[in-house]
T-cell receptor, first 115, second 114 residues
């Protein structure tokens, strides 16, 4: 069964600084997709970024980028120029193309942005 | 397009009662998934429906059930509520039905069981 591990329950960053959130995963499939979701205090889960495992190029979305290391099964999220609105729970998630085909989430990292 | 909507947003029930939650997916989306979110267990997959058929199911007791209508709207039902069922229930929809599609989440229904 696939698993997703976020080893940092909480992180903090100063406004305008850069922060990296860690995620490791385990899967027996070679074809899968990885996601970072953001859940602000309002509770609406929002997609931040998506990475297809077959793509070697790291996905980027404005100030958000990932460092995808397939061999190490690592998928970290970098937030540049952090803003107060980035404060939220961040969840790493995995879905396999084959296998169980369920979206499996990590426990989340609570990000605080200090002014 | 309007996003995923869930009703009601908040519910308070007592043990032993049953509850029905509703989810309307993004227009054109045919897949609806349900998740339970609790502080202890995190986000756990309940089930997924596609074209009115349950396509996948998580490890939850039979008290948790769901269905999907022809317009892709989905409901989930929890019977004989227990205190441990208190949680945020999230619904997510995706477009073409491939399981690797991005899922778009609703705001959730906060269920409190007293």
């Amino acid at each position: 069964a696939q698993t997703v591990t976020q080893s940092q329950p909480e992180m903090s960053v100063q406004e305008a600084e850069t922060v990296t959130l860690s995620c490791t995963y385990d899967t027996s499939e070679s074809d899968y997709y990885l996601f970072w979701y953001k859940q602000p205090p309002s509770r609406q889960m929002i997609l931040v970024i998506r990475q297809e495992a077959y793509k070697q190029q790291n996905a980027t979305e404005n100030r958000f980028s990932v460092n995808f290391q397939k061999a190490a099964k690592s998928f970290s999220l970098k937030i540049s120029d952090s803003q107060l609105g980035d404060a939220a729970m961040y969840f790493c998630a995995l879905v396999e193309q084959g296998g169980s085909e369920k979206l499996v989430f990590g426990k989340g990292t609570k990000l605080t942005v200090n002014p | 397009k309007a996003g995923v909507t869930q009703t009601p947003r908040y519910l308070i029930k007592t043990r032993g009662q049953q509850v029905t939650l509703s989810c309307s997916p993004i227009s054109g989306h045919r897949s609806v998934s349900w998740y339970q979110q609790t502080p202890g267990q995190g986000l756990q997959f309940l089930f997924e429906y596609f074209s009115e058929t349950q396509r996948n199911k998580g490890n939850f007791p039979g008290r948790f059930s769901g269905r999907q209508f022809s317009n892709s709207r989905s409901e989930m039902n929890v019977s004989t509520l227990e205190l441990g069922d208190s949680a945020l229930y999230l619904c997510a929809s995706s477009g073409s039905g491939r399981r690797t599609d991005t899922q778009y989440f609703g705001p959730g229904t906060r269920l409190t069981v007293l």
